[in-house]
Structures are given as structure tokens and as C-alpha cells.
């Protein structure tokens, strides 16, 4: 499949008029080619209104039409092959055995989400019959479903350019619940948008989708992005990024006349803690975990482990010289972009300058442009609490150790943290205590608790919650990864009185969809 730098609107491929645009080379920063046209304002509502007339067609094929419509896409990522993991490496500099994990990884939520179709829980069927006898009042007959909110906008991530990008988990999720999808493409990753757009433009005309059920635009600028949001045809946004860019797209999405969710996962630092009696037990094995989770991807996760604390001990020292002696070994790798590698190095000088902090160790040199280089330093809970930008997020191989003097200063350090993606407690028998004071405050703090693991894997699962309270994401109620990630883009709605024959099949008495159902409080499957 050739890249040609052109925009996906429906069925057609499109030369953007807007100016022309080049991917960079992670590595060396060059461009890349061909150009990219970018997406004028008329290709923006010419998608926003394809999406609009192919939504309610859309929503209303069965599932397991739909289920089909996502399998070809996992399948069409499959099949491109050394093609799309070339470009993608050559885009984002993140090694080929990862890009090739990550792919699977694309396939098998999209395979999710068809799984979900087919098995029918996805309509959230509740059916309360009517009692008619009923006193003092009678009771009329109310079916309840969930259908789709309208035409998503989601925006492609910097990390994750297949699974958080135009097949990643925001579309997948959007297109299983019967919206439309417009993917806004991210600028560092043109050509493997360019892919990918092609192998999902091609599995909708080959299953029989509705044409507007998915485009794909580029932007030069911010214009195109605010544009999307803006329309009065867009009814949900998913993104992944920075915060001021979520931010920005949540203040857009509030003020229109209809104002309209934004489901944005920003930043997260990722505490995690360090218990006394599983530092006695393995400090070093600890530490050894940490820097392989810190420096994978050149840091670069958003639930990177940018944050450590634990209580004064002799104990924590092993951990500290054993984390060194680690990270000191760790080669630099390339970063997504030169901006993002400025961004990190920024940060690192933050961190050298600010007051009560020292750096602990540092990875090896760079031996090359865009290289981030590993560093871990450490300062005291005082210092901590006295200075808010010591929590800011540094997107990159870095993390911060804060040692406290009691469990109470733990709670108290704990209870100061915004709204995080994760947090870890490393454990042991021994600390059953010091956890049980920790974790009423820590469920407040985070979508994702986790113990002796680290959080830089996250699985695709029924159960996964890849989300957390502000400024981690825009809506905390949500998760961006997992199963429960379609429930962002459904409403429920209720149909009183309504004649069998009119009602959708999974209300209808018959239950052909033979999916499970809440009827009169009790889950059945007749």
C-alpha cells in the first residue's frame, strides 16, 4: 500500500488544499515523505456531515454486521505487514519488536469490541412489564437500551500511534457503538495514519458500512482540530495527549450551544509506594523492575512510574543504590518527536535547579540526536509539599523519590496528589497496615491500583480502568482502555407503552438477540 499524503473523507481519498505538512523522522529529525495536504474547513464539514447521514443507518445494522466491519479492520492492520511497522518506526523511533506487540495489540480491541457486539450485553436491555393491576397506581410497560450518542471526533496520541490512534481504542470503542468516527491525525504520525485510514476506508466498503461512517483529517495547525470539536454534528470526543491540549478541547466543546462530552486522558505521574517489608524482603528486585519500567519506550507511557515514595530506612538505601546502579547501565533511546525530547530535557533542568532535590544517578550519554537520557532523583516529603511543580509530569525516563518520616507523612504526601491513571504499592505480608491506611485515600486518587507490578503494562480486558479523577482525565466516571470504554459513547434511552413489533430486538418480549436481560430485577437469558 502506497502513502500519498492524502485525507480519508468516507470513500474518497482527498488532496487537502490547506498547505502541505511533512511527518518528521524521530531520529534525526528530517522530513519525510511525500507532503501531506492538510484538511481545509470544507473537508470538515463535508466528513461531519457524512458522519451525521451514515449514523443513523449505522447504528441500526445488527451486531454482528458491525462485529464483522471491526474484524476486518484488525485484519487489514495484520495484513499490511513490514509496511506499516517500517513507516511507524520510522515516524516515532519506538524499536520494531514493539511497534509489532502494539499492533497486536490494536487487532486484539478491535477483536474485543466484536466480541462484545456478538455477545449482546453491550445494549444494557432492562425490561420492566407493565402491571396494569397494579395499586394505587398501575404501571405501564418501560424497556430500557443503550444506543449511540452520534459521530465521535478522536484525536490520534504521540505514544501509542497504532493503539491510541486512528484504530485505536477511542474508534474501536466509538464504532462498536454505532458512531461514526472522524479521526483528527497526529502530525508525527502522517504516513501511519495515512495506513491505517486506508485498511479501515477499505474493510467499510467491503462489509457494507454506510459511507460516512469513518473519515480521517489532517491539520496543520490547531484549526482543523477546534473546527471538529466545534461542529454541531460531533456528539463525543475521545483524546489522548497533553493536558493544555485536552484542555482546550474540553473549554471548545463547552462552548458551543449544545455543549458535548470530551474524553480526555492528559497526565498522570504515577505514584508508587514503597513498603518497609517489601523493601526488607527485595529491595533489589524492586529497583531493577523500576528502571525497566521507567526507561521502556524512552519513558514515554502515560503510566510511566514518575513518582516513588517510601519511609526513611536502611532498607530503602538498597533500593536507592541498586535503582542507580540499573538506571546508569540504561542506553538512551530516540524520543517520539524533537519537541517532546525538548519538553523532557526542560523538565530534567527543572529538576537539577530546584531547591532540596538531588539527582541519584543517570543513564548512560547520548549517542545521538532526540536521545533521552534516564535520571532519577530524590528529595524529602517537606520539600515535596512545598513545591506544587514538583508533581508536574515530565513525559520522558525520569522519576522523583520522595522519602517520608512516618506512615502519617505517607498518608499526608498521598492525600496532596491530583487525580493519577495509576498507583502501585510494592508489598509484603508485613505491610498490611501501613496499606489499609493508604488505600481508602488512594482509591480516591486513581483509576488503577496496583500491587508488587509496575504500570506500564495495561491490559485490553473486560475489567481494565485506564482512566482516573482530574487532571488524568476529563471525566473520571470514564476508561479509554478495556471493555467498559464503549460506555462513553452510549446513552441509555426507555421506551414506554411501545408496541412489540416497534420496539428494537434486543426490548422485543421474544428476546431473539437471546442476550441476557435485567427483566423485572432479575437477569435472565429467555
Known amino acids: 500500500m502506497q502513502i500519498l499524503g492524502e485525507t480519508i473523507i468516507g470513500q474518497r481519498a482527498v488532496r487537502g488544499l490547506a498547505g502541505e505538512v511533512f511527518a518528521i523522522a524521530a531520529a534525526t529529525g528530517e522530513p519525510l515523505t511525500p507532503a501531506f495536504g492538510a484538511s481545509t474547513l470544507e473537508d470538515v464539514n463535508e466528513a461531519c456531515e457524512l458522519a451525521e447521514a451514515a449514523f443513523d443507518p449505522y447504528r441500526q445494522l445488527d451486531d454482528e454486521h458491525r462485529a464483522r466491519f471491526l474484524d476486518a479492520i484488525a485484519q487489514g492492520l495484520l495484513d499490511l505487514g513490514d509496511t506499516l511497522i517500517d513507516r511507524v518506526h520510522l515516524e516515532s523511533g519506538l524499536p520494531k519488536p514493539r511497534l509489532e506487540g502494539e499492533r497486536m495489540r490494536t487487532a486484539n480491541q478491535l477483536k474485543l469490541f466484536a466480541s462484545l457486539l456478538r455477545d449482546g450485553r453491550w445494549h444494557g436491555a432492562v425490561v420492566d412489564t407493565a402491571q396494569p393491576d397494579r395499586q394505587p397506581l398501575p404501571r405501564a410497560d418501560l424497556r430500557q437500551r443503550r444506543i449511540g450518542v452520534g459521530p465521535v471526533a478522536v484525536f490520534g496520541a504521540s505514544n501509542f500511534p497504532l493503539a491510541f490512534s486512528v484504530a485505536g481504542g477511542d474508534t474501536a470503542s466509538a464504532l462498536a457503538a454505532g458512531c461514526p468516527v472522524i479521526v483528527k491525525a497526529h502530525p508525527a504520525h502522517l504516513g501511519t495514519s ?24 489532517i491539520d496543520k495547525d490547531i484549526t482543523v482540530g477546534q473546527a471538529l470539536v466545534s461542529h454541531p454534528r460531533i456528539q463525543a470526543v475521545g483524546f489522548t495527549g497533553s493536558r493544555r491540549g485536552g484542555l482546550a478541547l474540553v473549554a471548545a466543546a463547552q462552548a458551543r450551544p449544545v455543549p458535548i462530552p470530551v474524553y480526555a486522558e492528559m497526565s498522570s505521574i504515577n505514584p508508587g509506594f514503597l513498603l518497609p517489608a517489601a523493601l526488607s524482603a527485595r529491595a533489589e528486585t524492586i529497583a531493577n523492575g523500576f528502571a525497566d519500567s521507567l526507561v521502556v519506550g524512552a519513558g ?3 503510566t510511566n512510574p514518575g513518582i516513588l515514595l517510601a519511609l526513611k530506612s536502611d532498607d530503602l538505601e538498597v533500593f536507592v543504590r541498586a535503582a542507580a546502579k540499573a ?86 504526601v498521598a492525600a496532596k496528589f491530583d487525580g493519577q491513571l495509576t498507583v502501585t504499592l510494592h508489598y509484603d505480608d508485613g505491610d498490611k497496615a501501613i496499606a489499609q491506611a493508604l488505600l481508602p485515600i488512594l482509591e480516591r486518587k486513581a483509576g488503577r491500583i496496583l500491587f508488587n507490578d509496575f504500570p506500564t503494562g495495561v491490559e485490553v480486558s473486560y475489567s481494565m480502568v485506564h482512566g482516573g479523577p482530574f487532571p488524568a482525565t476529563s471525566d473520571s466516571r470514564s ?17 414506554q407503552s411501545v408496541p412489540d413489533s416497534l420496539l428494537p430486538p434486543a426490548l422485543q418480549q421474544s428476546n431473539p438477540l437471546k442476550t441476557w436481560r435485567l427483566v423485572n430485577g432479575q437477569l435472565i437469558k429467555d
Open 327 to 412: 538506571l546508569s547501565d540504561k542506553t538512551p533511546t530516540t524520543m517520539l518527536t524533537p519537541n517532546i525530547y525538548g519538553a523532557y530535557c526542560n523538565g530534567l533542568n527543572n529538576l537539577h535547579k530546584a531547591e532540596g532535590v538531588t539527582l541519584v544517578a543517570e543513564g548512560r550519554e547520548a549517542d545521538g540526536p532526540y536521545k533521552a537520557r534516564a535520571a532519577f532523583f530524590r528529595t524529602d516529603s517537606k520539600t515535596f509539599l512545598a513545591n506544587p511543580a514538583l508533581e508536574d509530569e515530565n513525559f520522558g525516563p525520569s522519576a522523583l523519590l520522595i522519602v517520608c518520616q512516618d506512615v502519617a507523612d505517607l498518608q499526608k
Open 300 to 302: 514515554q507511557f502515560c
Open 194 to 217: 495515512e495506513l491505517v485510514a486506508r485498511v479501515i476506508q477499505k474493510a467499510a466498503r467491503e462489509t457494507g458500512m454506510p459511507e460516512g461512517v469513518f473519515s480521517m483529517l
Open 479 to 495: 476508561t479509554s482502555v478495556g471493555a467498559t470504554a464503549i460506555d462513553r459513547f452510549l446513552r441509555p434511552i426507555c421506551y
